[in-house]
């Protein structure tokens, strides 16, 4: 296939120049563009989108706790006798539980998939997978959190809601305080059949818990997996870089712009076929990584 690198420089009457380098890349070129290129298009894309669904989770879940402390912070400043707890926590209770089992659902997902897709890339025997599932084996020996929450997942998707508490306190001159909770006894009394693994992390808990540290928790282990298998491609990145760097170089590509191949190319017939470049996926990866 004949590709050529093309630009798109944007232009102040919004339209913009398109630019087709002269000479096409050569098949040498061509062939560790693709050998480095696919760990972008093939693995750490899908691996990124079933993060970024965990994470969304959580961040939605952290803008309900924020929104709901500032309207109990608002509250706070009536008479506590008008404050009907029913009124005040069934909506709350109900967006809560949904979002908690979303964040269950989607890291679960997330561990399933990760490991499904290092298994493809890697092979099973590879030490990038090895590494990848020695470090899954050991978080999850290391973490009650992990144990509780993965097994908590089954109990919220197939018996009942994950949240059975919430406690708000008032005190007088100071800010009002909400307590997601788990009473463990109404976990264990409900005829649910809990695994070894989250049973016995269930077990260990105090009677009444906090379930806002263990979902953080939790996230800690997306974020580490996540961590793991972007650090394995780190070489395979950086040789992408450089290829597509000189790429850029030789058709003379100014930093900053859209950049794609024409395929085939033909000045002569208004028909082109593209093909995208996932620098900008590598790109968004690099800032994406940061924020863990």
């Known amino acids: 296939m004949n590709r050529k690198l093309a630009f798109v420089i944007p232009k102040t009457d919004g339209k913009v120049d398109f630019n087709v380098a002269k000479v096409a890349i050569n098949n040498e070129v061509s062939i560790a563009y693709d050998e480095n290129s696919q760990i972008l298009t093939d693995f750490l894309h899908p691996l990124y989108l079933v993060h970024k669904m965990v994470s969304s989770n959580y961040e ?4 309900i706790v924020i929104r709901a402390e500032k309207e109990l912070q608002q509250q706070s400043k009536e008479s506590l006798f008008l404050l009907d707890p029913y009124a005040q926590t069934m909506e709350l209770m109900a967006e809560l539980n949904l979002c908690v089992l ?17 298994r493809h890339q890697f092979g099973s025997c590879s030490n990038e997978y090895i590494e990848f599932d020695k470090l899954r084996r050991q978080l999850h020996k290391e973490s009650v959190s992990y144990r509780f929450c993965y097994d908590l997942r089954n109990y919220a998707q197939h018996y009942g809601l994950p949240i059975n508490k919430l406690n708000i306190k008032f005190t007088a001159n100071e800010r009002p305080t909400l307590t997601i909770t788990i009473v463990k006894s109404k976990l264990l009394e409900e005829g649910y059949d809990w695994k070894n693994h989250g049973l016995a992390a269930l077990k260990g808990m105090e009677d009444k818990f906090d379930l806002v540290p ?8 997306a974020n580490k997996l996540f961590l793991q298998l972007y650090g394995s491609c780190e070489d395979r990145l950086k040789q992408f870089h450089s290829v597509v760097a000189n790429i850029k170089k030789k058709a003379q590509a100014p930093e900053g712009v859209r950049i794609f191949f024409v395929c085939n190319f033909n000045e002569v017939e208004s028909d082109v076929s593209t093909e995208e470049i996932p620098y900008s996926l590598s790109k968004k990866l690099e800032s994406y990584v940061l924020t863990f």
């Open 60 to 63: 939605n879940f952290n803008a």
């Open 214 to 221: 263990h979902l953080k928790n939790y996230n800690d282990v």
């Open 102 to 118: 979303n964040i269950l659902t989607s890291q679960s997902l997330y561990l399933e998939k990760s490991a499904q897709l290092a």
